[in-house]
Structure formats: structure tokens, C-alpha cells
């Protein structure tokens, strides 16, 4: 018999700062729910939670959070957005989208989001990794597709180490278009890969798996931190 939870989905958009975050979760909306500006200062502050309900029935939950990951944001503002994200929704996370943008360069920067996931989720947050490239209309417009993108000689090690560990999960959106045969084929093609991690996973990421990961984390940094106060003496 089939549950509530069952036509309920728990997307969250993490990256960096001027990637399409929020565009993105408007364009799998299907409404403007977040604000959306191109900002070096970015637009959210802290995560937000908005909900859409598709045709079908899906009721689909995207959390949108501030970026995180940048090099300026202090590792215990994140665990504690990270902690909010996971308790916004009683059904847990059922995929964390890693948004990068075709416009901008791939710095190494870019790729320390999926370092600092794993260093808060732990390893198995790979399983629930799905890479969304933004700037699809500009792709377009150069007559090259993403794949012809992810070829080339000059994409970066480190995005090719990305997409190994999400087992090439990734899609392309384009947040400008008007076109809405393109806006249900992205966001089609974007439920089928998380359709892919919950049959890999078969249970969201919730609430009781980050307490008992981060328990055993914030125990393991104590005893690291204890080593090096003994290592002085």
C-alpha cells in the first residue's frame, strides 16, 4: 500500500555562489518561488524550503540554501544549515543537487563543495550526489552540447572526478527558457537520475542518519584535537 512519502520528493541545491541555485529550483518548481539575481553577494541568506505539486501528484520539496561551501563560510554556520535542511521535511533528502554553471570557469573551488559533503555527510553522501550544470541556453547558442563539453581536453580533472563519484548523474538545465516542451523534458530527465539514487538507496538521507554520522564525527574531531594537545607536550 502505498504511503504519503511515496509521492514525495526532497531535493536539495547546493553550490557555489552565482551558479543558478535558486534558478534552478524555480525552473524545477515550475515557478518562481526563490529569488534570483546574478549577485557576487548571492540572493539567500539561509535555506529555504518551497514545495510544488506536479500533475501526477508528486509533491516535490526543493531546499534551497545559501552557498554554503564558499571558502569564507564557517564550518559550524554549515553544520547548522545542514542539520535545518535535514529536519525541514519529515521524509529526509532524497538527493543533493551540486549546481556548477557552463559560464563560469571550473575552479578547484568549485569541486571543495563535494569535499566539505563528505566531510559532514561522510562518504555515502556520493550516493545521493546529482550534478546539475546551469547555462544550458548559452551552450545552445555555441552549438555544443554538454557532453561535447565534458570531452574536451580542457575539462578539469577534478569534474571528471566529480562525475565518477555520482556515476555520471548529471543533466543540463536551461533557466531562461520560455520553451515548455524543454522545461518538462529537463525536469523529466532530472527525476529520472533521482528515480536512479532511490532505487540505489531505497531510503531517503534523514535526520537519525546525519545524528549518528555527525556524533561519531564531532567525537572523531575531539580525539583528533586531544592528539594534538598531547603531541605538545
Do not use: W
Not at 518561488?33 to 506536479?54: M, P, Y
Request: glycine share 6%; hydrophobic share 40%; net charge positive.
Amino acid at each position: 500500500m502505498a504511503t504519503d512519502d511515496d509521492c514525495e520528493l526532497t531535493l536539495v541545491l547546493v553550490g557555489k555562489i552565482g551558479n543558478g541555485k535558486s534558478a534552478t529550483g524555480n525552473s524545477i518548481l515550475g515557478k518562481k518561488e526563490f529569488v534570483s539575481k546574478a549577485s557576487s553577494g548571492g540572493v539567500t541568506s539561509t535555506s529555504e524550503l518551497r514545495t510544488s505539486v506536479l500533475k501526477n501528484g508528486l509533491r516535490l520539496n526543493v531546499i534551497d540554501t545559501p552557498g554554503l561551501f564558499d571558502a569564507s563560510i564557517d564550518t559550524k554556520f554549515i553544520e547548522k544549515e545542514i542539520v535545518r535542511c535535514v529536519s525541514m521535511v519529515r521524509g529526509g533528502i532524497h538527493a543533493i543537487l551540486v549546481v556548477f554553471s557552463v559560464r563560469n570557469r571550473f575552479l578547484k573551488e568549485e569541486f571543495d563543495v563535494i569535499t566539505r559533503l563528505r566531510t559532514l555527510f561522510g562518504s555515502r553522501v556520493d550516493d545521493y550526489l546529482i550534478v546539475v550544470f546551469t547555462g544550458g541556453d548559452e551552450l545552445e547558442a555555441n552549438e555544443q552540447s554538454l557532453k561535447d563539453l565534458l570531452k574536451e581536453s580542457s575539462c578539469p580533472k577534478p569534474l571528471k572526478e566529480t562525475l565518477s563519484l555520482c556515476q555520471d548523474r548529471f543533466v543540463l538545465f536551461d533557466n531562461r527558457t520560455k520553451d515548455e516542451t524543454k522545461k518538462a523534458r529537463q525536469l523529466r530527465d532530472l527525476l529520472s537520475l533521482v528515480n536512479i539514487v532511490l532505487t540505489n538507496n531505497l531510503k531517503p538521507y534523514t535526520q537519525e542518519t546525519l545524528s549518528a554520522f555527525m556524533v561519531r564525527h564531532i567525537i572523531l574531531r575531539h580525539q583528533l584535537h586531544l592528539c594534538s594537545t598531547n603531541l605538545k607536550f
